[in-house]
């Protein structure tokens, strides 16, 4: 289809079933119909609270979880329900420890049906462009948490899906290693020319990276907000200062805060 989005979600919902009281059927709407269009090579982020829908968002567009309404399109063809459309990476590294790092990188390619040698002979330049240079015959247990976030990043992309899952991958670093594994992301982002969307609870953070974000709200899960980062390219962590960054920021929060009111009161 020409034209279509990369990645498109229509109608999109999810209940999980449950109790709604004594004796009665119901269930947990996770998320009210969501629809959402990002184009090829964006770097888009959602944020929200916890509860709303963020994950339930991407093990549906993996395929991992059916919802109970709506689609997933990828460059106009149904993609929903089905697994291995998208590369995807978790908060935790999922490393194998008893795996070297290189070969570590290389197992969504093996997977795949690649050769092993092959794998090897395309990700081991990757490793040294990419700061993991030197570590290719280490074991998981030996690197720094930003360091198995990057052998784990690596793997992700070199799958080679055009659309690639990141929730929240920098959620358990220190500040420090957060903000330069931020600028590392960028780079491969500009790089590797993939579509990336993002999730993570760090408004700044979505703002330093992205093209879009979605803000979302929760009970149910849904998009309160698309905004566009009409900030220019190539970044460096000075941006945080501007002006337009701070107020972006600050609109971001306060549509935060407006949706975490109304819960805390009903609490």
Request: glycine letters at 10%.
């Amino acid at each position: 289809m020409q034209n279509a989005p990369k990645l498109r979600l229509e109608k999109l919902s999810m209940t999980f079933p449950g109790k709604s009281g004594p004796g009665k059927s119901g269930g947990f709407v996770a998320l009210a119909p969501v629809d959402l269009d990002i184009s090829a090579g964006r770097f888009v982020s959602l944020i929200g609270p916890s509860g709303c829908g963020k994950s339930t968002i991407f093990n549906i567009v993996a395929g991992l979880l059916a919802p109970t309404t709506g689609r997933v399109l990828i460059d106009g063809d149904d993609a929903t329900g089905l697994i291995g459309q998208v590369g995807y990476m978790l908060q935790k590294d999922m490393l194998l420890p008893w795996r070297t790092v290189l070969d570590n990188v290389v197992l969504g390619m093996e997977i795949r049906g690649e050769r092993i040698s092959n794998a090897r002979e395309r990700a081991l330049p990757l490793l040294h462009r990419y700061g993991l240079g030197g570590f290719e015959t280490h074991f998981p247990g030996a690197l720094s948490g930003g360091m198995r976030q990057r052998a784990a990043l690596l793997r992700t992309l070199l799958v080679d899906m055009d659309v690639v899952l990141l929730d929240e991958p920098f959620g358990a670093l220190d500040a420090q290693t957060k903000s330069q594994m931020q600028e590392w992301l960028l780079r491969l982002f500009n790089d590797f020319g993939r579509t990336f969307v993002f999730v993570t609870h760090d408004v700044e953070e979505a703002i330093f990276l992205s093209d879009e974000i979605y803000v979302m709200a929760a009970r149910p899960g849904r998009i309160l907000e698309k905004l566009p980062i009409d900030l220019p390219r190539p970044r460096d962590r000075s941006i945080v200062s501007e002006p337009r960054f701070v107020a972006m920021k600050k609109y971001c929060l306060d549509l935060l805060h407006l949706q975490a009111a109304p819960a805390a009161a009903a609490a």
